[in-house]
């Protein structure tokens, strides 16, 4: 009966962030033009990073590839939602709703894991600055990078496992505008209680450890950063941190008050909201964010469009 009722909903209809036909267009290009600037923002940093010698440190190792992430989960999403503001009936096939959930989680769950990473990479420059090319060695940064995009997998697969497990019956209508984890437990007619237990789990898991491994670095940070005699010193290390302090909370704070609550707390109509800071304002601004607060990144950025412009 299971895998009849399963084998029954060939695709899903996506209900969109909203109903109202008068918000479709400003919507759609209000998101585009989010997309747009994502796109751009993070493929120039990219490839900022990628032609610049001295930016090939542990730092803009990790910076390269937050950037790639935050294009891949933009471009895995963004698409499928514009088609939403403009089509009278937007439908997704059940394997095309499994695929985009599969990245969206992997991507996400990378982003989760890479941004603690950044932050002992910062650890180490501010609290042993005389160790750091010889604790942030080539292979470590290769080691810890392998780890962010094997945590990406794991967290993906043992959702996918939870989903894949869940009865779908005769309704299809997905309330919200990507196939997500919590608006698919509304429409499974399995036990809700299970799935919804492995959901709470593997987001704990996914968020939780992150959010740890960052208070501790950042403990560290701070009390090295007290101990710095000089105004301008103390100054400069605040700064280091700055950008990425703004880019943790933009993502950890939206993604915690969108899955680690109880539906009965936050309706799905006020989750799909507060979803959009994940899935487009933060991809949109981490580019941003990095290259409006980082000296190092402006100067190249200048000296850059200075050689083409010359040429």
Known sequence: MAAENTSSVTE?????????PGLQVPLFYLFLNFYVVTV?????LITLIGLNSHLHIPMYFFLLNLSFIDFSYSTTLTPKMLMGFVLKKDTISYIGCMIQFFFFCFFVFSESYILPAMAYDRYVAICKPLLYTIIMSPQLCLLLLLGVYGMGGLGAVAHMGNLILMTFCADN???HYICDIIPLLELSCSSSYIHLSVVFIVVA???GVPIVTLFISYGFILSSILHISSTEGRSKAFSTCSCHLIV???FFGSGAFMYLRPPSILPLDQGKVSSIFYTAVVPML???IYSLRNKDV?????KTLSRKIFS
């Open 248 to 250: 943790v909370s933009l």
């Open 205 to 207: 898991i996914g968020i």
């Open 40 to 44: 751009l923002g993070n493929l120039g």
């Open 298 to 302: 402006k100067i190249t950025l200048r």
């Open 286 to 288: 981490n580019p941003l």
């Open 173 to 175: 209508c997905i309330n």
């Open 12 to 20: 899903f209809i996506l209900q969109g962030l909203t109903d109202q």
